[in-house]
């Protein structure tokens, strides 16, 4: 199984961006798949997750701003992101919990590599 994620790039304050985290493999199911972020000198925050069922979670310091969702296969998930600051600039990363596998036969975890998102003011 492996997760790429991709999408970031440079963008203006104000701005859009649409990333994309993709699971790859012999794939059965995903419990959830979260977005973290991680600027420089900072910890790895969650931004967003959703869950199997659709349930979604935001962080308080984007809600309102992103919106996370699923393709009908539950194999990619997005994270829009609108009216960017600065403060969103951050290393990117998608997290999917609870992979199940026809490879592997165990629920396991995996990370994407990360995909970068400057903002400017």
């Known amino acids: 199984v492996q997760l790429q994620a991709y999408g970031g790039g440079l963008v203006q304050a104000g701005g859009f961006l649409r990333l994309s985290c993709a699971a790859s493999?012999?794939?059965?199911?995903?419990?959830?798949v979260g977005w973290y972020r991680q600027a420089p000198g900072k910890q790895r925050e969650l931004v967003a997750s959703?869950?199997?069922?659709?349930?979604?979670d935001y962080a308080g310091s984007v809600r309102g701003r992103v919106t996370i969702s699923r393709d009908n296969a539950g194999n990619t998930v997005y994270l829009e992101m609108y009216n960017l600051k600065p403060e969103d600039t951050a290393v990117y990363y998608c997290n999917a919990l609870g992979v199940l596998s026809a490879g592997t036969g165990y629920y396991l975890n995996y990370w994407g590599q990360g995909t970068l998102v400057t903002v400017s003011s």
């Open positions: 493999g012999s794939i059965i199911s995903i419990n959830s």
């Open positions: 959703v869950t199997s069922g659709g349930t979604t």
